[in-house]
T-cell receptor, first 112, second 114 residues
Framework: GQQLNQSPQSMFIQEGEDVSMNCTSS?????WLWYKQEPGEGPVLLIA?????ELTSNGRLTAQFGITRKDSFLNISASIPSDVGIYFC????????????FGQGTTLQVKP | DAGVTQSPTHLIKTRGQHVTLRCSPI?????VSWYQQVLGQGPQFIFQ???????GRGNFPDRFSARQFPNYSSELNVNALLLGDSALYLC?????????????FGDGTRLSIL
């Protein structure tokens, strides 16, 4: 089946550093979504991307929909301790389906 | 405004039993999807319902079934539980099942099979 390859698998950074993670696939996606999940909670939507090349920001977070429609990245600037969590990319292959395909997640730890 | 609500939050069952999980979507959302998240992995799609009809199904056995009610709430049923069914079951809702309507998740039901 379709897969999203998300990297890196985990990151341990110092507070204040910038973070970058990405997702790639061999398939073309119509929509890319980035979620954050904390222990005991469901994924929380951070950014949604709908057009190839689209660059969208949400506070210190910036994400882009790759021009080939096969990849996306998420950047976090000036990380803070509350950024800790698991970040998932997710994509939709066709416009009329709700079958989100998720990456394996990037675990982020921030050292104060 | 209330987000997606799921019940129960935790559940312990034994092999062979069946379970029913419940989900109430965000007010105004008509589409509900179910996902299974095994520890250490991303969620895996199980079902999507819209206007009480199944719109999509993932690679899960027939032991898994679901339905959506006129008020757009939904139930996920799993029969003949196996140890491998232990997971976090997530419900997500969206206005409609189209790509420009992002899915919002509840906090899930943690199902443990003994």
């Amino acid at each position: 089946g379709q897969q999203l390859n998300q990297s890196p698998q985990s990151m341990f950074i110092q507070e204040g550093e910038d973070v970058s993670m990405n997702c790639t696939s061999s398939s073309i996606f119509n929509t890319w979504l980035w979620y954050k999940q904390e222990p005991g909670e469901g994924p929380v939507l951070l950014i949604a991307l709908y057009k190839a090349g689209e660059l969208t920001s949400n506070g210190r977070l910036t994400a882009q929909f790759g021009i080939t429609r096969k990849d996306s990245f998420l950047n976090i600037s000036a990380s803070i301790p509350s950024d800790v969590g698991i970040y998932f990319c997710a994509g939709l292959l066709r416009s009329n389906t709700g079958k989100l395909i998720f990456g394996q997640g990037t675990t982020l730890q921030v050292k104060p | 405004d209330a987000g997606v609500t799921q019940s129960p939050t935790h559940l312990i069952k034994t092999r062979g039993q069946h379970v029913t999980l419940r989900c109430s979507p965000i007010s105004g959302h008509k589409s509900v999807s179910w996902y299974q998240q095994v520890l250490g992995q991303g969620p895996q799609f199980i079902f999507q319902y819209y206007e009480k009809e199944e719109r999509g199904r993932g690679n899960f056995p027939d032991r898994f079934s679901a339905r959506q009610f006129p008020n757009y709430s939904s139930e996920l049923n799993v029969n003949a539980l196996l140890l491998g069914d232990s997971a976090l079951y997530l419900c997500a809702s969206s206005l409609e099942p189209v790509s420009n309507q992002p899915q919002h998740f509840g906090d899930g039901t943690r199902l443990s099979i003994l």
